[in-house]
């Protein structure tokens, strides 16, 4: 029980309910003892107006008003005379006085519990009003054995009674959070487990029928997050499947279009002079066609390899990649400037450091051609003590604004014209896999930098 929530609100109601009946035990026992001792002084009135009716009371019949009032002695104020009306013998001692006209709840309170707590048999003196305005005061003496046990036997019929009340209202409370908020949430929580069991299937959405405002709230929610979920798995699901097609048709476009560039490359040896025009332009689109087909392939993987992480010399990467691009036609006119330490040294995958460095360096240098003026492209290490930071930027005419707005986004990001935006999307996942991010430095019309930043820590602290 102590497990669930209505279990502990049940056990907790029951608690308060003790405690609440505690607070007002004290004023409740105090109450009681100033009711006792003002019966008392009733009972002590009557029997003093008996004797004031008739003087030639017997011995005997004086003792029995005094212990039907259960008094030893009554003393009746009437005119500012203070006359004795009842006596008997009692022990010489009185313990303490008590005036009833002027204590205050402090004061009532703080005696009650003292008479309480007390288990001697003493004599007390108490003081009140008589009733009916029959004098200026009535004072009386009397045992407190006998208020004692009136007050710890009314002390324990109202621990009994808060104690039936506490339960009662424990239990119907846990009956109505049973009914109106365990029950409730449970039917929530069913409906979770249902449709986590089959997402796809519609007839596991939740339905909000719940008449509290803050259950159907959290019911509405819900059905929002299991509709938006439900479709954003069939959308899934659905570009699962035409990623798988296209891959396959890129797959075969790209051998079709490899056997087609084997003819072109045969028809650029022809003599014939309008062929020899053209081929050249066909050449350039059927090998745009061919990469487009092999960066959607890359980028239809499942998922990149985790990289192999060992200490690179990154000077013999950067070279491998600027001469590969070197050979390239549209290169005579571009400059490569390596500013790299030959003994640096950073962690990385070499190999998938090498595709990252090859889609950047050859970015700059298709951008730098399509302007068909000179220019540079600059690739420049540095470290510290957390990273490694190697810019590659160019002074070609910078990336066009949308390709700046949907940066890293695959097939709208595209840099150039006709191209797919992948290379780059690809490179940010492969840096990200070293735990590392790619960034663009700067885009104007004067060039571009882009920033890849290698931790040096193994990401363990």
């Known amino acids: 029980m102590l497990n669930t929530l209505s279990g502990r609100l049940l056990i907790l109601t029951t608690l308060f309910v003790m405690l609440a009946e505690v607070l007002i035990f004290v004023p409740s026992v105090a109450r009681y003892r100033e009711v006792y001792l003002r019966n008392r002084l009733e009972r002590a009135q009557i029997a003093s107006l008996a004797l004031l009716a008739d003087d030639m009371l017997s011995t005997e019949l004086e003792a029995e008003l005094l212990r039907t009032a259960g008094v030893y002695n009554v003393v009746l104020r009437r005119d500012e005379v203070r006359e004795l009306v009842l006596t008997s013998p009692m022990p010489p001692t009185i313990a303490a006085t008590y005036d009833l006209r002027e204590a205050g709840p402090i004061t009532r309170n703080r005696d009650a519990m003292m008479q309480l707590f007390s288990t001697r048999n003493e004599v007390i003196r108490v003081i009140g009003a008589p009733v009916q305005d029959a004098g200026l005061l009535i004072e009386i003496t009397m045992e407190t054995a006998p208020l004692r046990t009136a007050m710890i036997d009314y002390g324990l019929r109202v621990l009994a009674l808060s104690a039936i009340i506490s339960v009662v209202t424990a239990i119907l409370l846990f009956a109505a959070v049973r009914v109106l908020m365990v029950r409730p949430i449970k039917g929530i929580v069913g409906h979770m487990q249902r449709y986590a069991a089959a997402p796809e299937d519609s007839r596991g959405l939740i339905r909000p029928s719940s008449g509290v405002i803050e259950m159907r709230e959290a019911e509405e929610a819900l059905q929002k997050l299991q509709t938006d979920l439900t479709q954003a798995l069939r959308q899934r699901e659905r570009l699962a499947q035409l990623g798988g097609a296209v891959a396959k048709v890129s797959h075969d476009l790209r051998n079709i279009l490899t056997t087609a560039q084997l003819f072109i490359d045969r028809i650029e040896t022809s003599d014939d002079p309008l062929v020899r025009r053209l081929a050249p332009k066909l050449v350039n689109s059927i090998t745009r066609a061919v990469s487009l087909c092999e960066n959607t392939l890359a980028f239809g993987r499942a998922e990149e390899p985790a990289p192999t992480l060992g200490m690179v010399r990154l000077l013999d990467v950067v070279q491998d990649v600027v001469e590969g691009e070197r050979l390239a036609d549209d290169a005579n006119q571009i400059t490569f400037d390596t500013a790299i330490m030959p003994l640096l040294t950073v962690r990385a995958d070499r190999e998938q450091l090498y595709r990252v460095m090859l889609n950047l360096v050859r970015n700059a240098r298709q951008a730098i051609s399509a302007t068909g003026k000179p220019g540079t492209i600059s690739i420049v ?37 006709g191209g797919s935006g992948l290379g780059l999307t690809i490179s940010a996942e492969l840096v990200r896999g070293h735990g590392g991010k790619l960034t663009l430095k700067q885009s104007t019309p004067e060039g571009t930098a882009f920033e890849i930043c290698l931790p040096k820590g193994d990401g363990m602290t």
């Open 381 to 417: 290490a540095d470290e510290d003590d957390d990273a490694w930071m190697i810019t590659v930027s160019d002074t070609g005419p910078g990336l066009p604004p949308r390709a700046v707005e949907h940066l890293f986004i695959p097939f709208q990001g595209a840099a150039r014209k």
